[in-house]
């Protein structure tokens, strides 16, 4: 049987802990102009750090999105990070309001993980793409294509929480890690792949189908 999950990250929970717990006592004190402010404070942690199941009407060959957020790149380059080829990057950017809780875009086995210290840039600029503190997964695919996924610390975004070790198995849709308070997640897809999404569109985690291997 399955057991019912608690739709909250629990990287979240110290901090809900402690805001709750500034709230408790600045309101127990008697000090209203800083228990309802407190208080604001914990929803926003609280919503920040949610985290709803998920289910996709994707085809089984279709990449899912890793993201909640907005596509802001969606071009062709050369890849000399990662792959070392050709390839489609897009770029997935998430506020503060966004479920910041990442996922397998599709299964396959983990390669490498590439961690980079950085800078906090915004995420949606070209500088935080090029110097932001990131952390990269190479992953192969049951049928033999290599795709990355990179989760790019941002202005706010603090820290990354990233699951993964090489040569774990992993499905599409399944949970990989989070980005605290503001980032992006970009792709790199073989430049053969066809992308379903354009610039703008809003996308979800393990949800919207964003691309297919030819």
Known sequence: MNRP??????????????????????????????????????????????????MTDAKPDELISPADGK???????????????????????????????NRIPVGGTVQEIHYKPGKFYSADSHKGALLNESCGVTLQTKTGQRMVFVQVAGLIARRIVNWLEPEDSVQRGERFGLIRFGSRVDLYLPVTSKVSVKIGQRVSAGKTAIASFS
């Open 71 to 101: 596509v802001i790149i969606i071009e062709e380059q050369f890849d000399d990070i990662y792959l070392h080829e050709q390839v489609i990057k897009i770029s997935i950017f998430m506020n503060v309001f966004n479920v910041h809780v």
């Open 5 to 54: 999950k608690i739709p909250l990250a629990q990287e979240g929970y110290p901090f809900i802990a402690f805001a709750a717990f500034v709230t408790l006592i600045t309101a127990i004190l008697g000090y209203d102009f800083f228990a309802w402010p407190s208080l604001f404070v914990t929803g926003f942690i609280v919503a920040f750090f949610r985290d709803p199941e998920r």
